[in-house]
């Protein structure tokens, strides 16, 4: 098991929070809390070890395609892929959005 946190510059801010997936039953997990800071502050906890570049460039992704909320987000990955990992992070934005 290897944790990771990262802080990404934010560009909106949101309220509320959200909860996409569930890590008992198999699946990726990511929480998000939105606050009112100037940046997205991410604790990953990953099955898979030397995942630190892989989850930067993730991130730097998603800043690039989208405007990323400021707040925590917490994320037990279970090993998924960049793919779904994606999804599940746009999952807990959307639910924040329309909270």
């Known amino acids: 098991m290897e944790h990771i946190t990262l802080t990404v510059p934010a560009s909106r801010k949101l309220s509320g929070k959200a909860l996409a997936g569930v890590v008992g039953s198999g699946d990726m997990e990511v929480l998000f809390i939105a606050d009112q800071s100037q940046a997205l502050t991410i604790d990953i906890t990953t099955s898979i070890d030397n995942s630190h570049k892989r ?36 999952q807990v934005f959307e639910g924040v959005n329309h909270a």
């Open 55 to 90: 989850w930067e460039v993730l991130f730097d992704r998603l800043q690039k395609v989208s405007s990323l909320p400021a707040g925590k987000m917490t994320i037990h990955d279970f090993g998924a892929t960049p793919g779904v990992a994606r999804i599940r992070i746009e």
